[in-house]
């Protein structure tokens, strides 16, 4: 169980969330029956269930992101519409055994996006693979490739064992040579292959987590290093908390969220991953993140807000037309909000310490615009280029946006060329944002990074 600064949260043996957001992988759950079979009558739901676009958003949408991003507004359009085509990415977590996964996962045509740690460790011997069967045991669950739905051209065909290891080595080699090695390890597939989600076993820890790859690009951002304090202010439904303890083992994790329901999702996941050996070093809080920093001044070395947000995705997707409405109403308030935790993060750094801002929108007002306001506010800080640093390597991957127009300067898309890593100004510095796009579905995502100048 882990610790609550406000509050136990005690959950029912066997309860596990059936829904979580757009970068939880809401969209892939499969419930497998004890053959690990996807029941047929499902498989059939999941089909029949096509995404209705709410037009009022739809409409708002294109008036806002037509004018913000109106070279790629159409294309994004498209892929946001299809949910058909949208990617997901495995993490593998590392408080487990996860060979008998990376086989199978290698074995699909998956491959890792970032650089290793341990090269060797994680590679699978062919010969073991070769001795298995097409549908090996994951700790007592069979992945079948009835639960495992594609959608890929006729004409396609997963790469085998030996050729996954040549081209994961030479992604590394090619295109990431600015991006540190650590032990994070997500796998993703160049089309829509689903993963089946993992069930829900007494006394195991789960062995991967579903989630939109794009999510991990702020915890990348925030660099988290052994012994540190790190907050996640705003952590429901737990994968960024998740990530971070996959990157690194930091002497303290808070994981706040407010909410009782929400709070209550975040500590299931926690304890369906983390082993009870950590309970000291993951806690769970519920304070108003708007006023976290005045409680809590300077303790923390990093801070993530991954804030509330008008999330594109599911908003698009909203239903009825009076909901979409509301949401549209919502969020002429959400940048107030959002400015208010980004301010409480900066004051619960200490000097030297970062703060990384994430959201999941597209919206220049949710996200360059906070950060703007809020770097006016607090002259000590001062953001970092994370163009060079993770746009640059990962474009092989991830399609990123057009820099924000600022202070008068023209808004200009710069090449994501090796050759031009020259390209760096304070619109750069305010943050990158991931776009999806056909082929590279992965977003939307924002993140900035701003570190507290030392006193």
Known sequence: MFYSACRTVRLKPGITPTSCSCHTGRHV????DEQ???PSDQVNK???KEKVPCQPVLDHFDQQYGQELPDLWASTRSVLLNPHSWQYGVMLNRFTSATDVIQIL?????SRFLPQTDASALLCDAHSLASKSKCPAVNGLVLSPR???KCLPDNFHPPSLGTSHAVSQDLESDTLPSLPCHSLQCYIHPYTMRFPTPAHRPGQLKQYYLLNAASLLPVLALQVRDGEKVLDLCSAPGGKALAIMQCATPALLCCN???PHRQEWLTKTLESFLPHSLNSRVIVSAQDGRCFGMSEAAK????LVDAPCSNDRSWLHSGSSQRGDHRLKERVRLPVLQAQLLRSALSAVRPGGVVVYSTCTLSSSENYAVVETVLNDFPEAEPDDLWEEIAIPLSKYFAFGPAHPSRGQASHKPSLQSQNRTVSSYHHRLGILVVPQPGKTWGPMFLSRIRRRPQ
Do not use: C, N, T
């Open 147 to 149: 639960s495992i739905s």
């Open 257 to 259: 969220e407010p909410d």
């Open 300 to 303: 923390y070395d990093k801070v």
């Open 106 to 110: 290698q074995s699909k045509g998956f």
């Open 36 to 38: 690990g079979e996807a």
């Open 29 to 32: 759950v499969l419930r497998l």
């Open 46 to 48: 999941r089909h029949k």
